[in-house]
């Protein structure tokens, strides 16, 4: 089956495989593209390399927990979060509407009922201020999904790493991200590796690249992507 370029991308993070693996094949038959987590760990590994547009995140994970990264992922983005919880599980829809989780849904639940909810946040999320599938840099566009970045209507061409780059600072425009948080997503693993990689994807995007406008460093912190 395939999907259109401006198909959702959902991440479904959740501990139980017959979950993840019953929501991806249902969710991706109603149109979506779909990645799978386990844990905070590889959910967080998914995010550095692809952007989402809604997260389906279960309560109750071993080890760091969902409300946790929740916490984690509300405070330096908007994307948008469906919790999975158990009905016997009030405080945690507490605790979640204050880490600033956008809907909630309890096992067990209806296919039906998940796929209405998530329609919904979608609408929400992709309004005025919503995550967009495309990111503008004066005549610069970025297509997220296709990794794909014009000069008005041609190709510049990027690496894989220099796509990558723009598609984690595509998640979150307007935010530093820490050089050692670039530097886990790089073979590497160098974050002096990074501020090299920077500088060649600066030239490609910047009309003055000793004087960015758009990929800036933030002193101490790391790098931040400011959009049109």
Do not use: W
Not at 19 to 46: K, P
Not at 51 to 79: Q, Y
Not at 160 to 167: H, T
């Amino acid at each position: 089956m395939e999907l259109p370029d401006n198909a959702a991308h959902i991440l479904i993070v959740d501990d139980d495989q017959r979950i993840r693996d019953l929501l991806a094949r249902y969710l991706f038959e109603q149109g979506f593209r779909i990645t799978t987590a386990c844990d905070a760990n590889t959910a967080r590994n998914a995010m550095r390399g692809l952007a989402f547009d809604v997260i389906i995140l279960d309560v109750m994970m071993p080890g760091e927990s969902g409300l946790e990264l929740a916490r984690e992922l509300k405070s330096i983005s908007n994307i948008p979060i469906c919790m999975l919880t158990a009905r016997a599980e009030p405080e945690h829809r507490i605790e979640g509407l204050e880490a600033g989780v956008d809907d909630f849904i309890s096992k067990p639940f209806e296919p039906r009922e998940l796929l209405l909810r998530l329609k919904n946040i979608l609408k929400r999320g992709r309004g005025p201020s919503g995550p967009s599938e495309e990111i503008r840099m004066g005549d610069l566009t970025f297509h997220v999904g296709r990794g794909e970045l014009k000069l008005r209507e041609e190709t510049v061409r990027l690496t894989e790493r220099e796509r990558d780059l723009l598609r984690l600072f595509a998640q979150r425009p307007g935010l530093p991200i820490a050089r050692h948080e670039l530097a886990n997503d790089d073979s590497t693993g160098s974050e002096r590796a990074i501020d090299v990689q920077i500088n060649r994807l600066r030239r490609k995007i910047e009309i003055d690249p000793a004087n960015p406008v758009y990929l800036q460093t933030v002193r101490g912190k790391g790098y931040i992507l400011h959009t049109d």
